[in-house]
């Protein structure tokens, strides 16, 4: 698709996870390598892009499993943006609990880690929101 047809209104669609294990106070990020659209990513919040049929949670469930092993439960929106390094990516951050599941890393994550909420800016290599970091230090 060309995106210089369109001036505004059309974005590509990212659902992402913040797991957050409430024993451990730990939250759950995946590495990924040579990412086709942005490549700087490397550690990022789980997720996917969604489909047309079902809901947005349904598709962001779906890619979790996928990618972590785990089933989770999204409870609420936390923060959408988007990047200033591709700025038709439209990122939807949930804040999910985990229900269960075998833990292992698939799909596109090469390795899966849990980490202290304000650990993320030592992995992360796109930039995080400040609305996305203040939120992260509410889980510590």
């Known amino acids: 698709m060309d995106w210089n047809q369109f001036d505004k209104g059309v974005f590509l669609v990212n659902l992402l996870g ?3 294990d409430p024993k451990t106070k730990k ?3 995946g590495k990924r390598e040579n990412d086709p659209y942005i490549k700087e990513l490397s550690w990022c919040f789980p997720g996917g892009r969604p489909g ?3 809901d947005l949670e349904f598709y962001l469930k779906e890619q979790i499993k996928i990618k972590t092993g785990l089933e989770v439960e999204p409870k609420k929106i936390v923060f959408a943006k988007t990047y200033p390094e ?5 990122s939807i951050y949930y804040y999910c609990e985990v229900l269960g599941g075998e833990e ?4 596109k994550f090469v390795e899966i880690k849990w980490v202290r909420p304000t650990e993320v800016v030592n992995y992360f ?8 970091l203040d939120f992260l230090r509410t889980l510590e």
């Open 18 to 20: 913040i797991i957050y």
């Open 27 to 29: 939250i759950l990020i």
């Open 52 to 54: 047309y049929v079902d």
């Open 86 to 90: 591709k700025r038709e990516f439209l």
């Open 104 to 107: 292992k890393a698939g799909d």
């Open 125 to 132: 290599t796109t930039s995080l929101h400040q609305k996305v």
